[in-house]
């Protein structure tokens, strides 16, 4: 979440430190993972040798001096992970939370103030990206931002506007970001999906970067049911938009969340939760339905000591009809796979 931010990755003028950034791409190597790298350009968390507060010039750099020290620091950093970072969210949250400029005018967008957007001007952007393709012309390059999930949404339609904007200047952009910080009842897929299409429609990928879903009732009993739905239909969006190849979590587990209420796919004990199961189901149906054998389980001489059956929400059941075989290895690992009796 924090490791390549502005503040952990240049905390002194031209001093890098790359340690935090360092274990996740290494961890990720030894496990055959790709890596999002996040973020090079945000108003937050930037060093405070940058700006205290992520917008005030404090420092009085001159504009020429912020654009020396931005492509300093994307230079530094991309080059770094050259190979190792598949792709980066080059600028987060550039625009504002109030977009009511398009009511009136449609192609418009407002950004937000920042030291980068306020001092620099919004060619900031249009730098980034050109350095950091300078710094690595094979990474993908993606703008990140939240509440741009839902087609007809200001905001959305601001987003759009700037990715066109962003494109027609010959930026080298590959596609935009939907934080996805969703909570239950909030999620309108034909809005998601209309969304995502439009940008394959401008040959621009369109990925869910930071999904979580909050329980907007987490004492109603089907709470975690409504949770499991919303993601296994998010699952399916993803799925079935080829310009959509990603989709992240914002975390691991609920209690190590930056928000409550339970919005992540394994509970505190690091036990799958039924989200976890239906995005598990909804990827496997996938892979079968592309004529593919589905996720490999590779292991080796260990044996099976335990074994239970879980619907696709997760709930216990018996060996009847689709149902999720639940088994313990004598390693302690646990594997689920999809069975039909
Ligand atoms: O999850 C991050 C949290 O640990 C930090 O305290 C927070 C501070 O800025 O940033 C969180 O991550 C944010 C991400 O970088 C950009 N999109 C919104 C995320 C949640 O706030």
Redesign the pocket.
Known sequence: ??EMKFDATEPGRNQFSYGGADAVTGAASRNGQAVRG??LAWH??VAAWVSQDGVKNNNNYSRRELLDILKNHIFNVVGRYKGSVREWDVC??VLDDDQSIVRTNPDAYTLRPSIWATHIGEEFIDSAFVWAHQADPEAKLYIND?NVEFAGNAKTEAYYNLVKRLQKSGVPIDGCGL?CHLTTGQLDTLKLEKNIRRYADMDLDCIIT?LDIALANPHAADALTLQAKEYGAVTRVFLRNDNCPSMLM?GISDNHS?RQNKPLLFDSDLQPKPAYYNVHAQMRLAAERAGQSGIEDIRGDETIVSTRYIDLYGRPTTQNGLVIEVNTYSDGSVKAVKKVY
Do not use: D, G
Request: no cysteine; glycine share 0%.
């Open positions: 979440e924090n996040h973020t937050k968390q987060n949250e939240y934080q930071e914002w930056w």
